[in-house]
């Protein structure tokens, strides 16, 4: 791997701990303004010390992230659908040239296996790779399946081994049963959605046995950005993440850091 792929890839999964606690406010590219995401600026400038990386596309960083931030960018640069239409009819909405005028540290887009427009997101991955690595960029694959498939380790294990195969550097996928299996097929590193807003205990439940499985980190939003207290959420989340603390211990310290605001 190239010096600087590696370096930016570093800027996300930090070499310490070969971890990563990566923010998801990519919403809102077919949700519109989603619950917790109304005014992103109001909820997410006080969570980007806590953030290894934000994931996010160019219009909000532009608009509600200060060019001061120094938490490093993962721009979701694939879209052109909506939660009325078909989802998996994406395209690649930004170019190349602009992730690396924003100064982002990696790229993403969505694939969808199983779906209608399956081969169109593949190709899609498959030419932002081209592109992303001529630039040293490296790019995340979002899985995501087909309406009537599982979210199952073998429909997952499918799409993050696609995703692989196709040149991704890291995987974004969702945590299910057997999720080392998940994690054993694919060569490169694998970081898992949050998935919808659950109690507290049970997103950090989540995220400690993706870690245990095998998964790098997660990028994980509506169970942070929509929790309670989301100060205190992340970083409980980096306790289990980068500590490797037990749920009990995190959630005590989501328990503390809520009552002290
Ligand atoms: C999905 O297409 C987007 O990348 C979302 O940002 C992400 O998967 C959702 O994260 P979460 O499930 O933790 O809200």
């Known amino acids: 791997m190239s010096w600087g792929l590696q370096n930016r890839l570093n800027r ?20 519109g303004p989603t619950s917790g995401l109304e005014e992103p600026e109001k909820t997410i400038v006080p969570l980007l010390p806590h953030a290894d990386a934000l994931m996010l596309t ?12 120094n938490t490093p960018i993962v721009l979701r640069v694939s879209g052109g659908s909506s939660i009325l239409g078909k989802l998996d009819n994406e395209g690649i909405t ?11 540290s990696a790229v993403t887009l969505s694939i969808f296996v199983g779906a209608e427009h399956e081969k169109q997101t593949l190709m899609n991955l498959s030419q932002l790779v081209n592109e992303a690595e001529a630039y040293d960029t490296p790019v995340l694959a979002v899985t995501a399946v087909g309406k009537d498939m599982g979210r199952d380790a073998r429909y997952l294990g499918l799409c993050c081994r696609i995703a692989a195969e196709l040149g991704a550097h890291f995987v974004k996928t969702y945590y299910c049963e057997d999720f080392e299996q998940v994690v054993t097929g694919c060569p490169v590193p694998i970081v898992v959605a949050g998935g919808k807003k659950t109690p507290e205990k049970e997103a950090l439940e989540l995220a400690h046995n993706a870690i245990q499985q095998g ?18 959420m992340i970083q409980a989340v980096r306790k289990i993440v980068h500590k490797n603390a037990s749920v009990n211990e995190a959630y005590d310290l989501f328990q503390t850091l809520k009552n002290q605001k």
Do not use: W
Request: glycine fraction near 6%.
């Open 215 to 232: 998964a790098v980190g997660v990028d994980m939003g509506r169970n942070i950005f929509q929790s309670e207290a989301p100060h205190a």
């Open 94 to 104: 930004t170019s190349i040239q602009e992730a690396i005028r924003l100064n982002v």
């Open 12 to 31: 996300i999964i930090r070499p310490d701990t070969k971890r990563t606690v990566m923010l998801a406010i990519d919403h809102g590219y077919f949700l």
């Open 58 to 69: 160019r219009g909000i960083l532009r608009q509600c992230i200060p060019p001061t931030s």
